[in-house]
Nanobody, 125 residues
């Protein structure tokens, strides 16, 4: 059972990037999923989530209108499309799966029990 995140790297300010998270051992369509990030020297924070039905998403204010989270059940994966990147988006990004039995959208880590290994996104200005 694992989540495998990919797509990080070095990008220029103003550019776009997409992160993917592929699940094995679980079905993304049966769990809410989330993306968190941790900038250097800072705490990990929630940035985006999608409900287990895939019909609702939520975002932290700093990425609203720039980031879009989506799900591909055929690939058993979730993605994070990131546009208009800036230096404050530099961080290690983690995907996570909510604990079974929870049907809402949650921004707290306590509701997630499966984590990917993280992928680093560096935005240069």
């Amino acid at each position: 059972v694992q989540l495998q995140a990919s797509g990080g790297g070095l990008v220029q300010a103003g550019d776009s990037a997409i992160l993917s998270c592929t699940a094995s051992g679980i079905t993304v369509g049966s769990r809410g999923m989330g993306w968190f990030r941790q900038a250097p020297g800072k705490e990990q924070i929630f940035i985006a989530g999608i409900s287990w039905r895939g019909d609702r998403t939520n975002y932290t204010d700093s990425v609203k209108g720039r980031f879009t989270m989506s799900r591909d059940e055929a690939k058993n994966s979730v993605s994070l499309q990131m546009n208009s990147l800036n230096s404050e988006d530099t961080a290690t990004y983690y995907c996570a799966a909510q604990k079974s039995g929870y049907s809402g959208l949650y921004s707290s880590r306590v509701f997630y029990d499966l984590w990917g290994q993280g992928t680093l996104v560096t935005v240069s200005s």
